[in-house]
């Protein structure tokens, strides 16, 4: 079971991006999952998630601006960032609970420019 992380690059801030987490090749749907980030500098910490019934939740600096969603049928979660600013730069990696099993995915590099 492998989770892709896609979407990340480089914007002005303000911009917007849209990640993408995709449980490909996995017989299990994506029960709950999270959005975590790696500023440089410091360690990995948790930007927003998302429980299997649709409960979120985001953390202060991200709150109002960015949105997590899923895609069932598509197996996929979403992160997407409005309002981007500079001190959101960093690796965003996603982490999924598939089969009762929580796996990490390969990071997506954000860099927001100012």
């Known amino acids: 079971v492998q989770l892709q992380a896609s979407g990340g690059g480089l914007v002005q801030a303000g911009g917007s991006l849209r990640l993408s987490c995709a449980a490909s090749r996995s017989i299990f749907s994506i029960n709950a999952a999270g959005w975590y980030r790696r500023a440089p500098g410091k360690q990995r910490e948790l930007v927003a998630r998302?429980?299997?019934?649709?409960?979120?939740y985001y953390t202060d600096p991200v709150k109002g601006r960015f949105t997590i969603s899923r895609d069932n049928a598509k197996n996929t979660v979403y992160l997407q960032m409005d309002s981007l600013k500079p001190e959101d730069t960093g690796v965003y990696y996603c982490?999924?609970?598939?089969?009762?099993?929580?796996?990490w995915g390969q990071g997506t590099l954000v860099t927001v420019s100012s």
């Open positions: 982490r999924a609970e598939l089969g009762g099993n929580w796996i």
């Open positions: 998302i429980s299997s019934g649709q409960y979120t």
